[in-house]
């Protein structure tokens, strides 16, 4: 590791009327790495992945993304650099069928800004069905290509989310808690696709509660409490750590 | 598509036993139709309700007759212009409301629109000639004619390069164009455009999330489906060279609103049907008084026959609203697909029943226009 930076979040302050939901955050993250973020409820988790896809503007401070600010862009613009993330409830298009769902991503990459080639017929678009064709083989949801993404299981439609934002090829993922409220079964399952993820070598930041998903994926874990970092480290050394025993047991909770 | 052409340019004779097939309202089907066919592309695409779409159409009828004016007899340079002009006003209009979203959106173009029909009755009468409605009159320049003939005696009426534009072949010169702008609607709703505003609408903020500036993509739409307004105004005028600003009303807007809710919000056929039924209403429901009703329940014992008529009077005539308001509800309440679900219905029920008993089944596209024009009975 210690190679170059993807994403620099600097004194970052964000208040909600007297709440300082971010407080001065400082976080980095390493090309490569998967770096997960943990952190009691109203730690500010949330708000530092909305701070990140241009859902919130910080009020001070600044983010930058591959070396370039990218503080107060669309939420458009900075997913045309490369950010996309899979949210905490699935966000995906529930009136349309699954292979839509995900051709609408793939698209993305070719016509995001509005262009009067967005007219094209569908039927011309092969090389955009083929990606999202192979995305939605690997989420093993291939047998439902047809199937209303709305009348999904939860499971699956975290699935279908994490499909469409890989087949934008994304150079940073977020992913806020993508195990929440699963089924022992399905996590596992999202635990070995999210490995699989993980030798492409593609950057990633996962928010989550469940340890083991934690010490089974991140290189690097960075603890948040009260809006701001209050320790980093190898998952091994968090373990360790005294002072995120207190953050979890109390004492530090808001 | 073939099969939809014939149906459509076969109406004056399948319409017939309905008593609907005069040129009259064949136009007002095929011209409500284009206009219905571009709300659709707006409303059932992107989720995103207008009322001001009455103003687009005013806007191309008014265009259309100036056209008549200044310029030709000649229907094409009108319908042109008054697809152009409506463009625009949907551009300034679609500009400023679709900075909201849901009920603000409806409402920014509501006032749009009846700032629009206010300033038709005031300050721009010398445009639009207020109350009275803008006329061709004997004075007009039309510098185009004037380069090939004298003035005639009398008006002059609407052309397509000698062709007159009333009757019946105002409705086929109607019906082509409707075929053709029903066949753009249709590469809309296949094309990646299409499938992107059925995102827009399904999750909009997905759709930032996923790097999609959703803006010109709703402007696009609005644009479209303005002009497709502007092109039924238009056609109204050339068909009929008079314009008024009644046409910009509120009322004018509710009812293709009306019209492709009961049909089917974001199908293809049902705008067409919802226009079917509602005109059918207007013209040949409105129209049936005590003295039919009378000859229709004659077989009937006097007192029994009386009653019926008592009843029946309240849903035709003058009462016409209420059938079409309960028919509206019934939809709303029991079929949100509109009448085109209902006939779904019926059509599978029908092929399933068909299956058992080892028969083939041979419905096509007519048989669906033909129950739908029953439903409206």
């Known amino acids: 590791m210690g190679s170059k930076a993807v994403l620099q979040v600097t004194n970052v302050l964000k208040t909600f009327g007297g709440l300082k939901a971010l407080n001065n955050l400082n976080l980095t993250i390493e090309e490569g790495t998967v770096h997960a973020i943990i952190g009691p409820n109203g730690a500010g988790k949330s708000t530092l992945l909305n701070v990140c896809i241009g859902q919130l503007t910080p009020d001070t401070g600044s983010v930058e ?151 089974s994926l991140a290189d690097r874990v960075s603890v948040l409490a009260q809006g701001t970092i209050i320790a980093e480290g190898t998952p091994a050394e968090i373990r360790e750590s005294e002072i995120v025993k207190e953050a979890y047991l109390g004492g530090a909770k808001i | 598509m073939a099969i939809f052409s014939v149906v459509v340019l076969t109406m004056p004779l399948w319409m017939q036993p309905f008593g609907a097939a005069y040129p009259d309202i064949l136009q007002k ?26 103003a687009f159409l005013g806007v191309g009828s008014y265009t259309a007759v100036w056209s008549f004016k200044l310029l030709t007899m000649n229907i094409v340079p009108a319908i042109i212009l ?55 009159a004997k004075s007009d320049p039309r510098i185009i004619d004037r380069l090939f003939s004298e003035a005639g005696e009398g008006l002059p009426s609407t052309t397509l390069f000698g062709i007159e534009t009333s009757g019946y072949s105002g409705f086929y010169i109607s019906a082509v164009i409707m075929i053709i702008v029903f ?23 997905r759709m930032r999330y996923l790097g999609f500036n959703t803006k010109p993509y709703l402007l696009s739409a609005f644009v479209i489906s303005g002009m497709y307004a502007g092109l039924a105004g238009g056609l109204l005028a050339a068909t009929d060279p008079l314009a008024g600003a009644e046409r910009m009303q509120w009322t004018a807007s509710g009812e293709v609103i009306l019209m492709t809710i009961l049909g089917g919000v974001g199908t293809l056929f049902g705008p067409l049907l919802g226009v079917i039924i509602i005109k059918y209403f207007e013209n040949i429901f409105s129209a049936v008084n005590q003295l039919d009703l009378h000859s229709l329940y004659a077989i009937f014992p006097a007192w029994l026959e009386n009653s019926l008529v008592a009843i029946s009077s309240l849903f035709v005539g003058e009462g016409w609203h209420m059938t079409l308001g309960l028919l509206f509800m019934f939809v709303v309440a029991f079929l949100p697909g509109g ?23 041979g419905t096509d596209t007519d048989t669906k226009q033909e129950t739908g024009a029953n439903h409206g009975e």
């Open chain 2, 29 to 54: 089907f095929v011209i409500f139709g284009v206009f219905a066919i571009g709300y659709n592309i707006l409303f059932g695409l992107t989720g995103y309700l207008s009322f001001g779409h009455a």
């Open chain 2, 183 to 205: 066949y753009i609607s249709l590469k809309i709703f296949n094309s990646s455009f299409g499938l992107k505003l059925k995102a827009i609408k399904a999750n909009q903020n």
């Open chain 1, 65 to 215: 993304f591959d070396g370039k600010n990218i503080t107060g862009l669309e939420p458009h613009e900075i997913s045309q650099r490369g950010i996309s993330r899979v949210f905490q409830t699935p966000q995906i298009f529930e009136e349309l069928d699954i292979l839509q769902n995900v051709m609408i991503p793939a698209l993305a990459h070719l016509d995001g800004q509005f262009t009067f080639n967005a007219v094209k017929d569908l039927r011309h678009r092969d090389d955009v069905k083929r990606a999202a064709m192979e995305i939605i083989e690997q989420m093993n949801l291939a047998d439902q290509l047809h199937d209303r993404a709305g009348a999904m299981s939860r499971g699956n439609k975290r699935r279908l989310e994490l499909a469409m934002c890989l087949v934008q090829k994304p150079k940073l993922l977020l992913l806020d808690e993508p195990t929440a409220g699963m089924a022992r079964a399905d996590t596992n399952q999202t635990i070995e696709i999210l490995k699989k993820i993980k030798a492409t070598g593609m950057t990633k930041v996962i928010i989550e509660h469940d340890m083991n998903v934690v010490f």
């Open chain 2, 82 to 136: 008054s697809v152009v002009m409506s463009g625009i006003f949907a551009v300034a209009m679609g500009y400023v409301a679709l900075r909201r979203s849901g009920i603000y959106f409806s409402i920014l173009t509501l006032a749009f629109a009846q700032m629009c029909y206010n300033l038709a009755y005031s300050v721009l009468t010398p445009i639009t000639n207020g109350e009275t409605g803008l006329q061709l």
């Open chain 2, 339 to 361: 009448v085109l679900e209902g006939l779904q219905l019926i059509y599978k029920k029908i092929k399933t029943r068909l299956i058992k008993n080892n028969k083939s089944t």
